[in-house]
DNA sequence: GGGTATTGTTTGGTAGCCAAACTATACTAA
DNA sequence: TTAGTATAGTTTGGCTACCAAACAATACCC
């Protein structure tokens, strides 16, 4: 942004002040390809779920991924930080600070492992226990709320059709849903 | 990581529920109730084909996101920022450091406006259309790489329910595909 | 035993994003 | 004209989320 002054405002004390076209509206804006592009199209429909699932959960201030990571250790209890990285393909470095962050927030405990004296086996406290059962019903009925855009049917089919599109895309890949 | 298919409801038979073998294997991962949520399947499958374009464009260092950018500019030359930042659903704060990466790269010019000496109108460099000419060709050519695994017919019906989410999500916002 | 693989961790980096405050400019109305 | 207010771009500061390399402890295999 040029500092200087030195240009002079525009004039408006000539009264040339009758036409005032159409003001150059901002006019439509032009996509292009992107609306046909799926993975733009993905990108904007997760961004409005994700927007609303936040907020529908920003109380809690759990993100969807953490949510995520409650699940999997709370139906996997005694899980391996290594097979939860795997899991959520995430690093196994990352793991490391969430489950700090859990761990603080006294959602989740490591506990020595049965086995093998390197890993972590991780387990929900009674706290993450509660906090989740409370986030599913809120999950679940946040997810009734979109399927309903689409029906029950169409919903099944969309889910199937993202699977595909998986199974496509990466021809062999596994421990993930 | 061991491995086995793309997972399914895992509970091993319906209903029980409550026996935990001491598993000495690895065992299965339950993943509940996640594969049945929609926000998590687009994550996921957004998270397989942003990797596939990524490395599909990885030679230009492009991400999807600035591809977009890109391609917005080229369709409507000499817009704002705002208007930009508006379209992307970014912030305007985070649209300077875009356009200034974008900048640096020639790829971008900032061009003063016309009507408003506080707007920036953006406009691709000659190289900016060439990159962009050549990304669209691979973007085109991915898309069909994908389309390929529904189909037309489907992948229109895919993008379509995608966009019904959306609008009953938010039921209105203008400025976006 | 020795070699190698794996687990969790630390460290250091990147991308991407938002919010508040600020400057320059534009618009509006008294 | 002037004052008030709105807007465009920017700066700054922060935050989340992620990866990659290196490392110690432990496990595994021969």
Redesign the interface.
């Known amino acids: 942004m040029p500092a200087s002054k030195t240009q002079k405002p525009a004039a408006p004390t000539a009264g040339a002040r009758a036409s005032k076209p159409p003001a ?1 509206k ?1 006019a439509e ?25 936040g907020s529908s959960l920003a109380d809690q201030s759990i993100s ?1 991924g953490r949510f ?1 990571v409650l ?2 250790i ?4 005694g ?1 391996t930080q290594s ?1 939860l990285a ?2 959520t ?1 995430l690093d196994r470095s990352t793991m490391v600070a969430v489950i700090d962050q859990l761990e603080t927030r006294k959602l989740v405990e490591r506990r020595a492992a049965p ?1 093998d004296r390197r890993s972590n086996a991780l387990w929900l406290t009674e706290d993450g226990k509660k906090l989740l059962r409370a986030m ?1 019903r809120r ?2 009925s946040h ?1 009734k709320h ?5 029906g029950d049917e ?2 099944a ?3 199937a ?10 021809p062999k ?5």
Chains 1, 2 share one sequence.
């Open positions: 150059a901002p804006l032009d996509f292009d390809l992107l609306p046909d592009l799926i993975g733009y199209q993905l990108r904007l429909t997760q961004l409005a779920i994700f927007g609303d699932f969807p995520g699940v999997l709370g139906a996997n209890p899980m097979r795997l899991a393909q086995n599913k999950v679940r997810e979109i399927a309903a855009a689409l169409d919903t089919r969309l889910i059709m993202l699977a595909r599109i998986r199974e496509h895309l990466r890949r596994s421990d993930q849903a």
